[in-house]
Structure formats: structure tokens, C-alpha cells
């Protein structure tokens, strides 16, 4: 998980002057202060290529297929620096993850590597390069707040190894509730590089947000979920953006810890899935929609419709997906027009410069951008 270095504590009063001891900071540079060192230990620690299961601390290590909705991610920063998170597999081409992976108070991503299918981040699996990914537009990077983000790769094929996991719905709580934490970061607090970085996991049970307000104060607000730190068993540095899972239910995806450790018996903090479910769901939707179904839609637009009108339905359209998914994110990028271009890795050769382009071929035009996009 992402964990907080940045140790300020200071003792905060609730109404009626209670005091509920002291609230520990968030770490908001996660990449600097862990994701970086995190990649270059997990890599060096990969190429000593020994597996010794005895290793892992306060967990166990996992056997391949045994989390199938688990992904890596290898990060390219904008610094050109590398740093790692996890993510959840939801559908054949649509993953979530924690928001500060992609951006955090002080570094943008370039660009995920999704790693598939494997118990180790840096060889094996199914490796997918991605630049698509849309943060919640109430993310909020001093506080990590609606820490929650959606990953677009290429299709990958569903098999023994590589599956989607079901989203949690609903009122439940969790409070509680034992559910299990995968990872392939720290597996102690202060390890320094070790014989064994596979994927681990753990089981941890769900504590109420007002225990773990006592931890970590106001930034725990109801979309967060709270996991025990009891007996030293807690996600750890380089976890974030992974499942918390029951089952293959997604309930919670992996955001913040102690300053203090992993280790130390303080909770770790979720974006609670129950209530980002109708933002993940949204950005799911249109998966559903075939690409017969696409291309009727379309010519129905392009028969009913003059030229001129069919082009301003498209530009409308398109400009509502570009909203909806927060595309204005990607680094580098100065306007929706901009962004046909940044196609270019999913859907072959760039297909428009500007909005004067759509008029020379606007299904094609049309077509691709849709199916990017949603």
C-alpha cells in the first residue's frame, strides 16, 4: 500500500474538548518517498531470483491464479523517474486504482506498464503500456480524499491466471468483516532488499471509521474503509492501488497507512468501493455496447442528420465523454481537440488533428473515438 512518511503528529481536540489523541499526517509525495525506492528494490530484488516463502511477514506469498483480479503497475514519471502501484482488474480492458498512483501532491505519471497474470512485477505475465487513465474529479491530493482512478488498457483475455473481480454495492460497512489484501510491496517494516518479492497478501479485518478516525483524525471520511494493524498484519509501502477483497468482491482499494510502519499495529485507510461504485460502474457502461451495435447507431445519426448537424452531434457527444472521464488530465495536453491524437496507442494511426479533420471522415473519426474513450 502507499504508506505515510511524512511523520507530523499533533493532538487534536473533538466537540465537547474530548481529546482523541494523536492524528497522524498523510503522505501525499507517494512516488518520492515510496513508489521510487519501492521499484528500484522490488527490480533488484527480482533479479537475485531466489524464492524463499519464509520471508513474507505478517502474510503469505501467492500462488499464480490465486488472485487473478491483481495487476502491477510499473510507472513512468513525467521525471522520467520509475515507481510501482497495484490495480484491480474489473473488465477485459478496464482496471481501478488509486488516484495518487497516477498523480500525487508532487509528480505526474507518464504512463502505466499493467502487469497481468504474474507473481512478480518486473518479468512474467501479460504486460500492457497504457497512458489512459481518468482520476475522480473530487480527488483530492492533500488529503487523498476519493483516492480512485480508472486505468483503460488494450483487451486481454480472461484465463486461469488473469480475471475481473465484482464490484461491493450496497449499504454494508464491512465493520468487522475479514477480507484479504494483495500486494507486491514491503513485507516488513525497513526490509531492505530480500530473496522473495512475490505477490503476498493478507487478511485483515474491517474496524468501524470512527476507531480509525482516532488514528488518522478527519481525512477518514465515509468513503473510507479501515483495516485492524492487530498483530503487525497490514498493507505496507508500494501496495497502493490494490484489492481489499471478500471473496471475489472488491470492497476496498488500497490508499494510505501510518507513518509510523506497517508494522506497528495502526489501521491502513481504503477508498471504500461502495461508494464509488456508480462512478466505476458509469465508466464501465459502454463496454457494453458492441461494436455492431456502435456502427448502427452511427449511420442512423449520419442518415437521419445532414453532414453539417451530424457533425455537431458528434462534437457534442464526444465532448461529454471527454468530461465524464476527466480526459483534460493527461500531462502535456492543452485541449479536447488534443486528445484524438493521444489515441494513437489504442486505436492504430492518428485519425484527426483538430476539429476541421472530423468533416473529411466523421464515422471513422467518430467510431474510434467512442470506442477509446468508453
Not at 528500484?40 to 503469505?60: F, H, L
Request: aromatic share 8%.
Amino acid at each position: 500500500m502507499k504508506f505515510v512518511l511524512a511523520v507530523v503528529l499533533v493532538t487534536v481536540g473533538v466537540a465537547l474538548g474530548k481529546e482523541i489523541g494523536y492524528v497522524q499526517l498523510l503522505e501525499t509525495n507517494y512516488h518520492e518517498a515510496i513508489g521510487i525506492p519501492e521499484a528500484a528494490r522490488i527490480k533488484a530484488a527480482e533479479e537475485a531470483a531466489v524464492y524463499d516463502p519464509s520471508r513474507i511477514v505478517g502474510g503469505s506469498a501467492s500462488n499464480p491464479g490465486q488472485f487473478p483480479y491483481q495487476a502491477g503497475l510499473v510507472i513512468t514519471l513525467t521525471t522520467g523517474a520509475q515507481s510501482v502501484c497495484g490495480a484491480c482488474l474489473l473488465t477485459n480492458n478496464r482496471l481501478v486504482t488509486a488516484a495518487h498512483c497516477w498523480r500525487d501532491s508532487r509528480n505526474q505519471a507518464r504512463q502505466f506498464v499493467v502487469v497481468l497474470g504474474s507473481v512478480r512485477l518486473f518479468s512474467g505475465g501479460t504486460r500492457i503500456t497504457t497512458t489512459s487513465v481518468s482520476m475522480h474529479a473530487s480527488y483530492n491530493v492533500n488529503n487523498l480524499n476519493n483516492d480512485v482512478a480508472m486505468i483503460t488498457i488494450s483487451w486481454v483475455n480472461f484465463s486461469n491466471t488473469i480475471n475481473r473481480i465484482n464490484l461491493a454495492t450496497g449499504s454494508n460497512n464491512f465493520a468487522g468483516t475479514w477480507a484479504v489484501a494483495s500486494g507486491f510491496g514491503r513485507t516488513s517494516d525497513g526490509a531492505g532488499i530480500s530473496n522473495n518479492q512475490f505477490l503476498s497478501h493478507v487478511s485483515l479485518q474491517v474496524i468501524t471509521n470512527a476507531v480509525c478516525q482516532q488514528t488518522f483524525g478527519w481525512n477518514v471520511i465515509a468513503s473510507t474503509l479501515c483495516t485492524s494493524g492487530a498483530g503487525g498484519r497490514s498493507t505496507c509501502g508500494g501496495d497502493s492501488g490494490g484489492p481489499l477483497a471478500v471473496g471475489n468482491t472488491l470492497i476496498g482499494i488500497t490508499s494510505f497507512g501510518s507513518p509510523q510502519g506497517c508494522q506497528r499495529g495502526f489501521p491502513a485507510g481504503f477508498a471504500r468501493v461502495t461508494s464509488f461504485a456508480a462512478w466505476i460502474q458509469a465508466r464501465l457502461t459502454a463496454l457494453n455496447i458492441s461494436q455492431t451495435q456502435l456502427k448502427k447507431h452511427v449511420r442512423y445519426q449520419f442518415i437521419k442528420l445532414s453532414k453539417q448537424k451530424f457533425t455537431r452531434v458528434i462534437r457534442e457527444e464526444l465532448s461529454a465523454f471527454w468530461l465524464q472521464t476527466d480526459h483534460s488530465i493527461h500531462p502535456g495536453k492543452q485541449c479536447a481537440w488534443d486528445e484524438i491524437d493521444h489515441t494513437r496507442a489504442t486505436t492504430g494511426p492518428r485519425v484527426a488533428s483538430g476539429p476541421q479533420d472530423i468533416l473529411k471522415n466523421p464515422i471513422k473519426i467518430y467510431i474510434a473515438q467512442l470506442t477509446h474513450i468508453k
